[in-house]
C-alpha cells in the first residue's frame, strides 16, 4: 500500500509530535515541515531531515503531499483547511477544528465539496476508556440517558498563559478553557451522552490575569428531557468525574476507572409497581476492565491514512468536531447573555459577539514566549 504523504503546518508545539508519528507508522511519510516562526521551521527541517515553508499557501501548492495536519492556533484552522481541501489535499486538524460555529460549517462544507477525507485530532477516542464507555451507553446497558454529569478541571498557572501572545485571548484564542483545554472532553462527554438541546451557563475570569474565562458551570437539557451538568476550570487541580445514569443503571468514570452499576429493574417501572413504602432498588456494581491502549495521536493517523485509501472509517470524523464547537460556543454566548441558549447555536448571533469581544481584546505585555508542548499529552 502506498504510504500517504504527510506535511505538518505549525510544529512549536504539539505538530512536533505529530511530525513524529507521521515518520514512524507504516501508512504515512512525513514530507514536509512548515512555521511562521523561521527559527522552528528551520530547526524541525534539519532535525526530521524534510524541507520547510513558513507559508501555509506555499506548502499546501507544493505538491509534495497528500494531506496536511494542522497543529495552529485555533482561530486558523478553518483557514488554512478549507484552503487545502481547495487545492486537493485531505486534512487532520487539532482540535477544536475552528473558534466559532460557522467556521466549522465552512470547513465542514469544504471538504464535502471537494471530496476529501476529514478528521480531527480527538485522539482520546482511541483509548479503551472511551470505547468501554460509549459501548455501554449505546448498548442499552443502562437503558434511556436520565441525566448527566461532567466535572473536567484543566489547571494551568499564570505562566502557561504568559506563554504566549495569543494564548487566552479573545482575538488570539476566541475564548479560554471551554476553547482550549476542554474540547477532548467534551468530544468525549457528547459523543457518548449526545449533544444537549440547550444549555445555561456561568462563565468568569476567577483567579488569572486573562481576558477570557477560567471557570465554567453548565446546566444542560437533552431533547428527551434528561439535565445534566457540566463544570471546567484552570483554577484546581485535575481530577476527571463523569456520570451517565438511565433507567437500568448508570455509569461513572472517576479518574481512568469505570464502574457500572445495574439496576434489579428499570426506574420507571420500579416506581409506579412496587406496593412497599420504603421500597429500594437492588443495585450491582461492576469494575469495567480496560484493555491495553496504543498511542492515541498516532492510532488517529494511521487511521486517518487508512481512511484514505478507503481501508478504515474514520474513528474521529471531522464532522463530528462541530459537536465540540456547538457546545462551547453555546456556553460562551449563554454566559454572555447570562441566560440559556439553543443548540445548534444562532450563526450570526455568535459572530456578532465575537467581533464585539475581539474589538475588546488587547496586546500582551510580560509574555515570555515558550513554544512546548505538555508532556502528559504528547502520546
Known amino acids: 500500500m502506498k504510504k500517504v504523504k504527510i506535511g505538518v503546518i505549525g510544529v512549536g508545539g504539539m505538530g512536533s509530535s505529530h511530525c513524529l508519528s507521521a515518520k514512524e507508522l507504516n501508512e504515512t511519510e512525513l514530507v514536509f515541515v512548515c512555521d511562521i516562526d523561521e527559527k522552528v521551521a528551520k530547526t524541525k527541517s534539519k532535525e526530521l531531515g524534510v524541507p520547510y515553508f513558513m507559508d501555509y499557501k506555499k506548502a499546501v501548492k507544493s505538491g509534495l503531499c497528500d494531506a496536511v495536519v494542522i497543529a495552529t492556533p485555533h482561530w486558523i484552522h478553518p483557514e488554512i483547511g478549507v484552503f487545502a481541501f481547495k487545492n486537493g489535499l485531505h486534512v487532520l486538524s487539532e482540535k477544536p477544528i475552528a473558534v466559532t460555529v460557522a467556521d466549522a460549517d465552512r470547513m465542514i462544507k469544504a471538504a464535502k465539496d471537494n471530496k476529501r477525507v476529514f478528521a480531527v485530532m480527538f485522539q482520546r477516542r482511541t483509548t479503551s476508556f ?72 456561568k462563565t468568569r475570569t476567577k483567579l488569572h490575569k486573562i481576558e477570557v474565562e477560567d471557570d ?22 485535575a481530577t476527571f468525574y463523569m456520570e451517565i445514569v438511565g433507567d437500568k443503571g ?90 440559556p441558549v439553543k ?14 469581544l475581539i474589538k475588546t481584546s488587547k496586546v500582551k505585555k510580560n509574555v515570555r514566549v515558550q513554544r512546548v508542548t505538555d508532556p502528559k499529552h504528547a502520546k
Open 130 to 201: 472511551v470505547k468501554k464507555l460509549k459501548e455501554i451507553v449505546k448498548s442499552g446497558a443502562i437503558g434511556e440517558v436520565t441525566r448527566t454529569l461532567c466535572v473536567d478541571p484543566w489547571y494551568r498557572a499564570q505562566s502557561y498563559y504568559d506563554s504566549g501572545t495569543w494564548r487566552a485571548t479573545w482575538a488570539g484564542e476566541g475564548g479560554g478553557v471551554l476553547v482550549n483545554q476542554s474540547p477532548h472532553t467534551i468530544d468525549l462527554f457528547t459523543y457518548i451522552a449526545g449533544l444537549p438541546v440547550k444549555v445555561e451557563a
Open 216 to 237: 465554567v458551570a453548565v446546566s444542560l437539557e437533552y431533547k428527551n428531557g434528561a439535565w445534566g451538568y457540566f463544570y471546567t476550570s484552570t483554577c484546581e487541580p
Open 250 to 339: 448508570k455509569v461513572i468514570a472517576n479518574g481512568t476507572d469505570i464502574t457500572l452499576y445495574r439496576y434489579s429493574v428499570p426506574v420507571s417501572k420500579f416506581t409506579h409497581q412496587s406496593k412497599v413504602m420504603w421500597a429500594s432498588l437492588d443495585v450491582k456494581e461492576e469494575k469495567v476492565k480496560l484493555d491495553k491502549d496504543v498511542p492515541g495521536h498516532k492510532e488517529i493517523m494511521r487511521n486517518f491514512a487508512m481512511a484514505i485509501h478507503k481501508k478504515e472509517k474514520l474513528i474521529s470524523p471531522g464532522q463530528e468536531g462541530l459537536n465540540a464547537v456547538e457546545f462551547f460556543n453555546a456556553c460562551i454566548l449563554s454566559g454572555a447573555k447570562n441566560k
Open 343 to 356: 443548540i445548534p447555536v444562532n450563526r450570526s448571533e455568535y459572530n456578532s459577539l465575537m467581533k464585539g
